[in-house]
Each structure stands twice: as C-alpha cells, then as structure tokens.
C-alpha cells in the first residue's frame, strides 16, 4: 500500500505569495490532518477533516491558512499571503476511522523570504 | 484540556545501553496514548499505542511502554538501543468522547542520539 504522499518536498516562496500544498492519504482512511512543525512551538494541528467534513480547524491559523479535502484521497493546504512566520514543515496525516495511529507523509519544508 | 510533557529535551545514550522517555500527560477523562518517531528530514512513524488492559505495551524494533493512571505517566524504553534509534520521540494523547476523537496532542518530543 502506498503512504501518505506530499508535494512539494521543498517549496521557497516570497512574503506575499500565495501556496498551496498538496497532500494524498493512505487509500481508504477517513481521517485527514495537518500540522505545522516548527522547533519552538513543536506540532501544532491546522486541520482535521473526518469523511471529507471539516472537524477542527486550528483558530490561531484561520485567517491566512485554509484546507481542503475535495475527494476522499487528495486535500490541500493554501497559505494566502504568505509570511516568513510561516517558514516551518506542514506535516500530513490520516488515519482509518475505528483507530487513532496517524501515518504520516514527508512533509513539505516551506521557506517564505 | 489536554496536555502532554516530555520533560527531557535531549537524551545521549551508548550503543547497546538502555534507554527510557518520560512522558507525563493531564486529562481528567478516557485517554489513549500513543509514541512516535522522527528521523530526521522524515515524517512521524507510529511506535506503539495503549488503551487500555496490561498497562505495559509493546511496539516495534523492541520498544516498549508503560501506562501509569497514579503517575499520569506513559514512559518508553529500549533495552539496547542501536544506531538507528537515533531520531525525536513523540508522546501523543488522544481523547475519548463518546467515539475515539482522530485529533492527537503533542508532547514537546526528545531528541535521542546514540554514540559509539
């Protein structure tokens, strides 16, 4: 079975832009997250959606960030402007329903100039 | 609310030697708990999980964890650690409300490094 896929690996992007981050989960998961990772506030979760259904959205993210799940095997992750604040990898995780293990992808290392 | 510590942010520890993570948590209701691992430039790998029952868990390559109600404690080990075990460990805390809530909350994790 495949893993949870991300693209990019590596994304560089200036103060302003726009990016969306792409994220495909373990075939047949219900769960879907994503996560900041930074050094200083360690893992910190964005989104979770549950069946394509957002369930949580991190509040100190809504203004610039938004996810979305437009099928069942493919979301995304827009930050819109961007700032260098937002410098830090994006983690994505799923998981099947009835269990609480996450797989996760790589992780998109994102630089904002 | 949730929280989950990890108390100690970097562990050195020799090749073949023993290893142990201390992860405390706080959360009134029924928990699950979980370990995972990060090697570096990759994404989390799951390590093992408790729920419930024997309150001692095992997990993959030879770890093993152990719940602790009176503690609010779930703390890892390794009885001879290897090179590769070289990575940041995750405690995470997941809630039980009714269903098993999918969302985990982070400890601080700890950077092991093994030395020769």
């Known amino acids: 079975d495949a893993g949870v896929t991300q693209t990019p690996r590596h994304e560089v992007a200036e103060k302003g832009q726009t990016i969306i981050l792409k994220c495909e989960p373990v075939?047949?998961?219900?769960?879907l997250f994503w996560y900041r990772q930074t050094k200083i506030q360690g893992l910190e979760l964005l989104s979770y959606?549950?069946?394509?259904?957002?369930?949580?959205d991190g509040g100190a993210f809504k203004d610039r960030f938004k996810a979305e799940m437009l099928n069942s095997s493919f979301s995304t992750l827009k930050i819109q402007p961007t700032e260098p604040k937002d410098s830090a990898v994006y983690l994505c995780?799923?998981?099947?329903?009835?269990?609480?293990?996450?797989?996760f992808g790589p992780g998109t290392r994102l630089t904002v100039l | 609310t949730q929280t989950v510590s990890q108390s100690d942010a970097h562990v050195t520890v020799f090749e073949g030697d023993s290893v142990e993570l201390r992860c405390n948590y706080s959360y009134g209701g029924s928990i699950y708990l979980s370990w995972y691992i990060q090697h570096h430039g990759h994404g989390l790998q799951f390590l093992l999980k408790?729920?419930?029952?024997?309150?001692v868990v095992q997990g993959v390559n030879g770890f093993e964890a152990e719940f602790s109600k009176s503690d609010s404690s779930f703390h890892l080990r390794k009885a001879s650690v290897h090179w590769s075990d070289s990575a940041v460990y995750f405690c995470a805390l997941s809630m039980w409300t009714g269903g098993l809530s999918g969302k985990l909350t982070f400890g601080e994790g700890t950077q092991v490094t093994v030395i020769s």
């Open positions: 075939s047949g998961h219900n769960d």
């Open positions: 995780a799923s998981s099947h329903r009835d269990y609480a293990e996450q797989f």
């Open positions: 408790y729920y419930s029952g024997n309150p």
């Open positions: 959606f549950r069946s394509k259904s957002l369930m949580e």
